[in-house]
T-cell receptor
Framework: KQEVTQIPAALSVPEGENLVLNCSFTDSAIYNLQWFRQDPGKGLTSLLLIQSSQREQTSGRLNASLDKSSGRSTLYIAASQPGDSATYLCAVKTSYDKVIFGPGTSLSVIP | SAVISQKPSRDICQRGTSLTIQCQVDSQVTMMFWYRQQPGQSLTLIATANQGSEATYESGFVIDKFPISRPNLTFSTLTVSNMSPEDSSIYLC??????????FGPGTRLTVT
């Protein structure tokens, strides 16, 4: 059974710092891995999608990597800003109709 | 990409009543998904809704409690029946483009008193 974990559960950093969020999954048989952002009480915004055959994806200040063999993904945020404060969720697609979410990392960027 | 809207965006309901949540997608999709996010928790899949067939429910979720309709390829409803305070959650509709990206609606924030 696929399980997804995220470390740390919460993170507080000063503005401008670079940071790394970690996601681990137990079964390497995945279609893709997706990183989402969720603001309090809101829906999910897709940040980056990495297909199982890819190693990384980049969008602006965000870079996500995938190491399928070790069951790990990292989300790197460069030059963090207060507007980056949110919960970041990692999700793995294990089949055509199944997505398993991690518990999330709550990020707070202090001005 | 897909743009998803949900109604209502939030509601406060009395214990024992039912609420129907609507999900509309701007393109035709085969599968639609309903998720629940309890306070402080991550997302849990309730069921998968295919047009023209019964929804497939995940372990711990039953049709009597969460009946789902899927009348066409762009619309679905989720009903939360006989509500209790434990049903207070954000309910999210989602679609996926096959093995690719997953898209989510803005969510419906339900509070049961």
């Amino acid at each position: 059974k696929q399980e997804v974990t995220q470390i740390p559960a919460a993170l507080s950093v000063p503005e401008g710092e670079n940071l790394v969020l970690n996601c681990s999954f137990t079964d390497s048989a995945i279609y893709n891995l997706q990183w989402f952002r969720q603001d309090p009480g809101k829906g999910l915004t897709s940040l980056l999608l990495i297909q199982s055959s890819q190693r990384e994806q980049t969008s602006g200040r965000l870079n996500a990597s995938l190491d399928k063999s070790s069951g790990r993904s990292t989300l790197y945020i460069a030059a963090s800003q207060p507007g980056d404060s949110a919960t970041y969720l990692c999700a793995v697609k294990t089949s055509y109709d199944k997505v398993i979410f991690g518990p999330g990392t709550s990020l707070s960027v202090i001005p | 990409s897909a743009v998803i809207s949900q109604k209502p965006s939030r509601d406060i309901c009395q214990r024992g009543t039912s609420l129907t949540i609507q999900c509309q997608v701007d393109s035709q999709v085969t599968m639609m998904f309903w998720y629940r996010q309890q306070p402080g928790q991550s997302l849990t899949l309730i069921a998968t809704a295919n047009q023209g067939s019964e929804a497939t429910y995940e372990s711990g979720f039953v049709i009597d409690k969460f009946p789902i309709s899927r009348p066409n390829l762009t619309f679905s409803t989720l009903t939360v029946s006989n509500m209790s305070p434990e049903d207070s959650s954000i309910y999210l509709c989602s679609v996926a483009s096959g093995a690719y990206e997953q898209y989510f609606g803005p969510g419906t924030r339900l509070t049961v008193t």
